[in-house]
């Protein structure tokens, strides 16, 4: 079930359950907890002593040079990746704002270290950098800000070469490798991608300590963009973001992205870094790692006016989903949903009709059949 289905409790509801009066009996004021997260913020339930959002950022900027040493050099406290990002540029803010600033712990962002906690997910430098842009900047003005560090991230080579110089002169204050490391692109923003991308190209194990020092280093080159991006918009008081995506991109979203017939995939990460660049129809994907545990046959007769017939064959028993779509991806039919079928050969017919038992219109259809091994696809031409 969707969480759209849940329903919530209303404070109308609550009231009819009797809620309020076990409550009242119990002797808990609770008076908060009668409002919805919306209404309480709406009626400012528990904001009167909150501290005013965005922050105060210094008119003149922050020194970028100073957060890159400041990040590299808190990297290697233990603390993480992403509390190292965070604590580069929060530093440098405590040191010219003082106030609030002094109040914020940086640690709260040691979640962040190896994709979180060592999940791979999101890369802990750019994580710990966008919530510190996420600290001086409104929604309107984060978003963008994020989202063009996200992309500078993917794709640029890192560590940077004023990164690699700076070891090399000894310049960091923390110095556990003083020479050049190779340069690869992330394609990514996930810290897995980026982190096996890297010590593959360069080969390097993943535990080894030029591989954390790439890190370091990627750390000071996260703030100094952050900052940078900062600076320019506290200067003029606009920002522009000029990240743009693999045009690739562009295609699959036409089919899968909100305006879409697919409407499927809400994601602006590189679709050819996981999925390849098979543009639709899709030949290749999930279809060629699956061993001939099922199979299918052009279905006959095609092209087709009144029935067509698909055989298929599993090797074992399994539940299968067949169904029909059009060619911009609606879906037209379920001839079968997760039925069990035993091994061997099967033929199913459809009638070139719809859900609702209308006829189709002349065109290209395809057969979907997803099994357990996998997904398999067909097209056919109804007349
Ligand atoms: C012209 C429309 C169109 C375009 C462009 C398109 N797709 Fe699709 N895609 C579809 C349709 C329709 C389906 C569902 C039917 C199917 O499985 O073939 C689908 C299915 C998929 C699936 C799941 C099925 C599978 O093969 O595993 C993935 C993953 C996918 N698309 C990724 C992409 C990516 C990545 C791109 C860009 C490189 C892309 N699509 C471009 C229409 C499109
Ligand atoms: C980090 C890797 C990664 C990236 C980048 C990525 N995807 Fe996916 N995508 C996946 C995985 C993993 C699944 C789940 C596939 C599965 O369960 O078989 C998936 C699922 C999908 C599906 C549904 C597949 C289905 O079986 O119906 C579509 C469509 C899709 N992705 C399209 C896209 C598009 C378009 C983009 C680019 C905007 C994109 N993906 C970027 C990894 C990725």
Redesign the pocket.
């Known amino acids: 079930m969707k969480t759209k289905d849940i329903k919530k409790i209303s404070r109308v509801d609550f009231f009819k359950t009797g809620a309020l009066i076990t409550l009242g009996a119990t002797g808990i004021g609770m008076v908060g907890s009668l409002f919805t997260p919306e209404e309480a913020n709406a009626q400012g339930v528990g904001n009167e002593s909150k501290t005013t959002w965005p922050l105060a950022y210094p008119s003149a900027g922050l020194n970028a040079a100073t957060a890159r040493i400041r990040a590299h050099d808190a990297y290697w406290s233990g603390k993480g990746c992403s509390y190292a990002t965070f604590e580069g540029i929060v530093s440098c803010l405590r040191d010219t704002m003082g106030g609030t600033y002094n109040d914020i712990p940086t640690e709260i962002l040691i979640y962040g270290h190896g994709g979180g906690s060592g999940w791979g997910a999101t890369c802990g430098t750019i994580n710990g950098a966008a919530a510190a842009i996420s600290l001086v900047c409104a929604k309107a003005v984060s978003d963008p800000m994020v989202s063009e560090l996200y992309g500078w991230f993917t794709q640029n080579l890192f560590p940077s070469t004023a990164a690699n110089t700076i070891a090399i002169n000894n310049g960091y204050g923390v110095n556990t490798y003083n020479m050049n490391l190779g340069q690869s692109m992330n394609h990514?923003p996930?810290c897995h991608?980026a982190v096996s991308n890297w010590c593959n190209e360069q080969s390097v194990a993943v535990g080894a300590n030029e591989r954390k020092e790439r890190c370091a280093r990627m750390c000071g080159d996260v703030v100094v963009k952050a900052i940078e991006m900062l600076n320019g918009y506290y200067a003029s008081g606009t920002y522009t973001a000029t990240y743009v995506a693999p045009a690739l991109?562009a295609t699959?979203?036409s089919c899968?992205?909100t305006a879409g017939s697919?409407h499927?995939?809400a994601?602006?990460?590189?679709?050819e870094?996981?999925?390849g660049a098979d543009v639709y129809p899709h030949s290749t994907g999930?279809n060629e790692n699956i061993k001939e545990e099922f199979s299918i046959e052009q279905n006959y007769p095609n092209p087709f006016s009144e029935t067509t017939t698909l055989r298929f064959q599993l090797e074992n028993p399994e539940a299968v989903t067949i169904e029909i779509y059009s060619l911009n991806g609606i879906k037209i039919k379920t001839l079968a949903n997760d039925e069990m079928f035993s091994a061997g050969h099967h033929t199913i017919n459809w009638d070139g009709c719809t859900q609702k038992g209308d006829k189709v219109a002349p065109g290209m259809y395809f057969f979907n059949i997803v099994t357990s091994k996998g997904?398999k696809s067909l097209n056919m031409m109804k007349l």
């Open positions: 990514s996930l991608v991109n699959c979203l899968h992205g697919q499927d995939v994601a602006n990460m590189e679709c870094s996981c999925h999930k997904k």
